[in-house]
């Protein structure tokens, strides 16, 4: 069932928020010195993505949640975010 315009709106909004949110998180890391921590930015990047690309594609995210299986290329970047954090593949955990 496609969203109704006015939560596609307030969706639209949060994910914008969300960027903005990232783009601080980017700057208030650099003088950390730490890579694992400054990697988190890449995680919440490919979050914002997977929710915009939910939305566009006319789901909730937030009721429906994301479906990684859906796009390759998202999955690829979690994998290599989630690398860059904690040093290990999501698997071996």
């Known amino acids: 069932m496609p969203i109704e315009r006015q939560r596609a709106q307030e969706l639209d909004h949060m994910v914008r928020k969300m960027g903005t949110i990232v783009s601080v998180f980017e700057i208030r890391s650099d003088p950390v010195g730490n890579k694992g921590f400054k990697a988190f930015r890449d995680l919440m990047d490919v979050y914002v993505d997977a929710c915009g690309k939910t939305l566009?594609?006319?789901?909730?995210?937030?009721?429906?949640?994301?479906d990684l299986d859906a796009d390759e290329n998202l999955r690829e970047r979690l994998r290599a975010a989630f690398e860059s954090v904690f040093g290990?593949?999501?698997g071996s955990i």
């Open 56 to 66: 566009a594609a006319d789901k909730d995210f937030m009721d429906e949640g994301i």
């Open 88 to 90: 290990t593949a999501p």
